[in-house]
């Protein structure tokens, strides 16, 4: 399957971005998926995670509260719904698919990753 991350961009801290993944070459509903980032000179860190039916959510310590991870199957596309950005968050943001029976929430887990997109969060 090919992943296309988008929707990054420059927004003030306390505010939000939408991120979507569109997933195309293969059945999207077989894949759960996962959201990561890489903040400059640091490791790929898992941000949320999500079935493939969308029934079970699962996220980081740092984001849980602030950030929604969903899919709309009939759309091949994923979400990731932050709110209240903190500077800290600015990293660019991966999506990742895994097979349906893992949680995306490792980067072994995942199978396929989309190219990025840069979120960045100015104080």
């Known amino acids: 399957v090919q992943l296309q991350a988008y929707g990054g961009g420059l927004v003030q801290a306390g505010g939000s971005l939408r991120l979507s993944c569109a997933a195309s070459g293969r059945t999207f509903s077989n894949y759960a998926m996962g959201w990561f980032r890489q903040a400059p000179g640091k490791e790929r860190e898992f941000v949320a995670a999500?079935?493939?039916?969308?029934?079970?959510?699962y996220y980081a310590d740092s984001v849980k509260g602030r950030f929604t991870i969903s899919r709309v199957n009939a759309k091949n596309t994923a979400y990731l719904q932050m709110n209240s950005l903190k500077p800290e968050d600015t990293a660019v943001y991966y999506c990742?698919?895994?097979?349906?029976?893992?949680?995306?929430?490792?980067?072994?887990?995942?199978?396929?990753w989309g190219q990025g997109t840069l979120v960045t969060v100015s104080s």
């Open positions: 990742a698919a895994g097979s349906a029976t893992v949680v995306v929430t490792s980067t072994t887990a995942s199978k396929y």
């Open positions: 999500i079935s493939v039916r969308g029934g079970s959510t």
